[in-house]
């Protein structure tokens, strides 16, 4: 997350051919870079010249493919891209949706410490662990783990003490497992109002509105950590690739033998479209990273810190 990336931005205004021909931020790179897409570019080129030289017609050996024969294996390739893609975005409007929910419940928690706790150092440590539990959090979904170039960005931010980064990686690393950090600097926010409280035993409505609050915000995280789990099953995705790379090879084998070069260029755009949209599904399996389809969060996350101490201190 320390890697800086600002969303990609589009106007829906602009005309369609100035939308259709950008390059940039859009997955048409991902699928010129791929090694099966210029393998059947030049596997179908290389029969095309071979045809038009007149060293192999396969009309004369009984194995050539007219295009009407690619026709159901084409539709049914067509139904389950568009049913991954929908399924695919479907997963990764949830999840923003839940990240968004989350960040409303910190700026909730963080008003309900202004307005109900009254020393100003209990309002501050409570929000800023609220707030590095959500930055830990979103952390760990990027690579699994937090680096120590993660940990002095925290420290930098003013959201951890350097004896409290010790005690987090310490009990990440007795345990060699993810996760804890956040619960655990959560967990302290709500100390910190425990302790801020007079007579917080006799408080139960106070303390169980705190409780709910954070809770809540522990809901979201685990249902962000959940839906990243729960993946579209694999047997699904590996179907929907069998069937590009058998019709990838039925397109390219019969548009190789016909007499246009403009087969050349539809096989091209062919491959262009289906390899993109299957690297389109994957971008959207975990939108959590620096790829141009990913969520912008340390945009979100900073748009939260300021938000949070402007609520806190100019409130």
């Known amino acids: 997350m320390h890697v800086i990336r600002t969303p990609s931005l589009y106007d829906s205004d602009d005309g369609i051919v100035e939308t259709a021909f950008r390059w940039s931020s859009t997955i048409l790179p991902a ?6 897409f210029w393998f059947y570019f030049f596997v179908n080129l290389g029969l095309h010249i071979v045809y038009r030289v007149g060293w192999f017609d396969p009309r004369n050996y009984d194995v050539d493919l007219p295009w009407g024969l690619t026709s159901t294996m084409s539709s049914l390739l067509t139904f389950f891209v568009v049913l991954y893609n929908s399924n695919a975005f479907g997963r990764y409007q949830q999840l923003f949706d839940v990240c968004k929910e989350l960040f409303g419940a910190i700026l909730e928690f963080t008003s309900m410490v ?3 706790l009254g020393s100003i150092p209990h309002q501050r440590r409570a929000t800023r662990y609220m707030l590095a539990s959500c930055y830990i959090f979103l952390l760990e979904r990027e690579g699994g783990g937090i680096t120590e170039v993660e940990w002095a960005m925290l420290y930098d931010l003013g959201l951890l003490s350097w004896v409290e980064i010790d005690a987090l990686d310490l009990h990440a690393s007795d345990r060699q497992v993810e996760g804890g ?5 959560m967990h302290w926010s709500l100390e910190v109002v425990r302790d801020a409280v007079p007579e917080w035993l006799e408080r139960d409505d106070m303390m169980s509105a705190f409780f709910d609050k954070a809770f809540q915000i ?3 995280q685990a ?4 839906l990243i789990a729960m993946r579209i099953p694999f047997q699904y995705f590996h179907i929907m690739t069998f069937m590009l790379t058998v019709n990838l090879f039925f397109w390219g084998y019969s548009l190789a033998f016909m007499d246009t070069y403009w087969a050349l260029s539809t096989f091209f755009f062919i491959q262009l479209i289906f390899i993109g949209l299957r690297e389109l599904c994957a971008a959207l399996a975990n939108p959590f990273g620096t ?8 945009v979100w996350l900073d748009n939260l810190t300021w938000r949070g101490a402007e609520l806190l201190e100019g409130a």
Do not use: G, M
Request: aromatic share 10%; charged share 30%.
């Open 114 to 116: 202004k307005a109900r």
């Open 223 to 226: 249902l962000t950590k959940n």
């Open 181 to 185: 950090q956040a619960f655990i600097v």
């Open 31 to 36: 699928s010129t870079e791929s090694t099966e």
């Open 218 to 220: 522990r809901s979201f």
């Open 291 to 298: 790829e141009d389809v990913d969520f912008p969060v340390n």
